[in-house]
């Protein structure tokens, strides 16, 4: 199986919308639409991710449509950049391939009072202590550790269990999605593969796309709310993406395993055995969830962790500590993850599982599930783009609710292979190349570097102008990444 | 031999063989070398062994790789020198645990085997198999 086009139908239906209708596969439930502008669909067409937004319609329960981002791109069985909401009242199902294997993969956003000009001359340094203290790559294990009781308490509480450790605060978790917590998590559900896989693991970036960026805020698109964010022009902040680590892979491995035959015993037929699926209602459903919400809980504990041990080090280098700094943490977001939410679909109110396979939650204004200090901006929405070019800050706008489940993109997507990129790196430094743009790189391998260059993405300004003009999310800040780490 | 093909987001192993054992052995060798340069055993290496049962092929090799990533992850090993063995009702596999601070250059973490496009064919007179892995 190779990289093949899509040579499906793609019919426009809107200025940023291209419908795959119902008709194309006997078994799709609904149209899949995928939300892109005209140069974006061309290189979405290159692969089978619009075959995948097809074959997810095929779910039970599906409500609407099959979704996809533009920072669509072929993924394993769900596309990433997927949505889709299941309603267990029509028998809807629950797809651990909707989640991934990386369940809660997310990014925060961490601000400092710091401007660009203080941080640059001591940036070299900084960006090595980084490196030194945030374990990141194959088989560097955490400075936390938690025995076999914590760690349930540690998935069954999320965030929370950390504030009694002094590793977290109120404030961030009010900033965090869901508080840092799913309440349906079951720690007895996890495997003590998962446990053994995981518990080592907490606080610790891993590799592939996982990063931590010493950014710099570099445009303000809305002013307003880049000061209800605490963001101005120049400012340095943070950014981290990783997400449940070895946990959470486990997690989705058992349950998948869990599933194999399940399909047949539901009736479900299904064009690929990555969308494994069971009725939300089920036993083999139930015991998924409660497993994803542990696995979901580990992982924002992990981004806690790393945010703290980021702290740490800015404390260490600037000489104050991290309140002095400013570091607070402005928002996190998770983007592989199900959630339980109520949705106005065909004119009532309706409680669905919203599937979000590398796309973000971006709830509008008023929504109650925001921050009161942000509820008059809608939801902090965080878009990594690669780590030459930028990444986003956006908020939510209720042509996300309209459209989309309160959803927008949560990348830039990537436009290269791994293969092809590392091919694309022959006989080239990829560390000298990023160090002529203004940013210091370390990594643990120049292969992490190569897979991850510039290129290998699209550009992610084109993606945040797509869900900015399309109303599901509004543009607030641009930040240009001057330090980075990676695994 | 092994290969890698092209996926958007993760890596594609294509394993080609003129045995099963060579093709799960093979396809083993492949996996690790996504996550480390090629390793040999030292003083602080150890042998491990796996054994994973089921009847379809292409679920078999799922399994199998499975295990291997398990073992690496959990014990923070680079796995090598792999032996396949049928046994009723599946296989057994041996290999050699080298630590990953003696493993020299690592790579990327592997985090797991999809179902995605998984294949295992017996085509005239080679065996073939596909993986897709997410890195």
């Known amino acids: 199986m190779g990289k093949q086009a899509y040579s499906g139908p793609l019919e426009r239906v809107g200025e940023f919308v291209w419908r795959i209708p119902r008709s194309y596969k ?3 439930r609904v149209d899949g639409l995928i939300y892109a502008s005209e140069k974006l669909i061309e290189q979405i067409r290159h692969d089978q991710a619009p075959e995948q937004v097809a074959n ?4 039970p329960g599906i409500q609407h449509a099959s979704l996809a981002m533009p920072d669509i791109h072929w993924g394993y069985g769900f596309t990433i950049g997927g949505v889709c909401a299941t309603d ?7 797809s651990p391939g909707g989640v991934g294997y990386d369940i809660n993969c ?11 000009s203080e941080v640059e001359p001591v940036l070299e340094r900084l960006v090595d202590a980084l490196y030194r203290r945030v374990p990141a790559g194959v088989g560097r294990g955490g400075a936390f550790r938690f025995d076999a009781k914590e760690l349930c308490r540690l998935m069954a509480e999320g965030t929370r269990f950390l504030v009694g450790r002094g590793l977290a605060s109120e404030a961030d978790i009010a900033h965090t999605e869901a508080h840092g917590c799913l309440s349906g998590a079951d720690p007895d559900l996890v495997s003590a593969r998962a446990v053994e896989r995981g518990a080592a693991q907490c606080g610790t970036l891993g590799s592939g796309n996982h990063f931590l960026e010493v950014q710099v805020v570099d445009e303000v698109c809305d002013e307003p709310a880049a000061r209800t964010l605490g963001l101005a022009p120049d400012q340095v902040c943070v950014m981290i993406h990783s997400g449940s680590r070895g946990l959470g892979y486990q997690v989705c491995d058992d349950a998948l395993r869990d599933l194999r035959g399940v399909p047949v015993k539901y009736g479900i037929q299904l064009p690929d055995a990555q969308l494994a699926c069971a009725p939300v209602e089920s036993p083999e459903g139930r015991r998924y969830l409660g497993a994803m919400c542990a696995a979901g809980n580990f992982a924002w ?3 806690q962790l790393l945010m703290a041990q980021t702290r740490d080090v800015f404390a260490e280098v600037f000489g104050r500590s991290w309140s002095e700094l400013g570091m607070s943490l402005v928002y996190d977001v998770a983007h592989n993850i199900a959630k339980h939410e109520l949705h106005r679909i065909g004119g009532r109110e309706r409680r669905v599982w919203v599937h979000r396979k590398g796309a973000t939650r971006a709830f509008p204004p008023g929504h109650p599930e925001i921050p009161a200090d942000y509820r008059a901006i809608g939801q902090p929405v965080l878009i990594p783009g690669d780590m030459g070019r930028a990444s986003w800050v956006l908020v939510g706008q209720p042509g996300s609710m309209e459209q989309t489940f309160g959803t927008t993109c949560h990348g830039a997507g990537r436009a290269m292979s791994r293969t092809a990129a590392l091919r694309a790196s022959h006989g080239r430094r990829i560390d000298q190349e990023l160090r002529e743009r203004g940013v210091v790189a370390r990594a643990q391998s120049w292969r992490g570097l190569a897979e991850e260059q510039p290129a290998a993405y699209k550009n992610v300004d084109d993606v945040v102008e797509v869900v900015h003009r399309a109303g599901l999310s509004r543009k607030v800040a641009r930040m240009r990444p001057i330090g980075v780490i990676k695994g | 031999m092994y290969e890698l093909f092209d996926h958007t987001a993760d890596i594609g192993l294509r394993v080609r063989s003129a045995d099963r054992e060579d093709l799960f052995r093979e396809a083993a060798t492949g996996l690790f070398s996504l996550i480390a340069e090629p390793v040999r055993g030292g003083p602080s290496s150890c042998p491990v062994e796996i054994e994973v049962r089921g009847e379809r092929l292409d679920l078999l090799l799922f399994d199998w790789l499975s295990e291997w990533l398990y073992l690496s992850d959990r014990d923070r090993t680079i796995l090598c020198d792999f032996e396949v063995e049928w046994v009723e009702g599946g296989l057994r596999g041996r290999a050699t645990a080298v630590p990953m601070e003696e493993a020299g250059a690592l ?3 592997v985090k797991a085997i999809t179902y995605h496009g998984l294949r295992v064919e017996h085509a005239g007179t080679e065996w073939i198999a596909e993986v897709i892995v997410d890195v």
């Open chain 1, 88 to 94: 267990p009242e029509e028998g809807g199902v629950i």
């Open chain 1, 106 to 116: 997310g990014v925060r956003l961490v601000r400092t009072r710091l401007s660009r």
């Open chain 1, 56 to 59: 997810v319609a095929f779910l």
């Open chain 1, 26 to 28: 006997s078994g799709m």
């Open chain 1, 301 to 303: 504990c992990n981004r």
């Open chain 2, 107 to 109: 790579l990327r973490e």
